[in-house]
C-alpha cells in the first residue's frame, strides 16, 4: 500500500506539474500571437513569417527602430528649443 500511495502522489504531482506548464505555454503562444497583432503590416506576411522566432525576431527590430526614432526626435526637438 505504502508504494501505492507514493506512486499515486507522484502521478498527482506529475498532472499538476503539466498541468501548470501547459497554462505557462499557453500564455507565452498568445503573448507572442498578441505581438504577432501588433507588428506593422502583419496581416501582409506569408504564413511562414508568423512562427514565434520571426515574430519576436520582427518585434525587436520593430522596437529598436521605435527607439531610434524617438532618439532622433528628442534630438530635433532639442535641437528647435
Not at 498532472?15 to 502583419?42: C, G, T, Y
Not at 496581416?43 to 512562427?51: G, K
Not at 526626435?73 to 532639442?78: C, G, L, S, V
Request: no cysteine.
Amino acid at each position: 500500500k505504502n508504494s501505492l500511495d507514493t506512486n499515486e502522489k507522484r502521478a498527482r504531482r506529475r498532472a499538476s506539474h503539466n498541468a501548470v506548464e501547459r497554462r505557462r505555454r499557453d500564455i507565452i503562444n498568445e503573448k507572442i500571437h498578441e505581438l504577432s497583432q501588433l507588428l506593422p503590416d502583419h496581416h501582409l506576411l506569408p504564413a511562414d513569417a508568423q512562427n514565434k522566432g520571426s515574430i519576436l525576431r520582427r518585434s525587436v527590430d520593430h522596437m529598436r527602430g521605435v527607439q531610434a526614432l524617438a532618439g532622433r526626435q528628442a534630438e530635433r526637438i532639442t535641437e528647435l528649443e
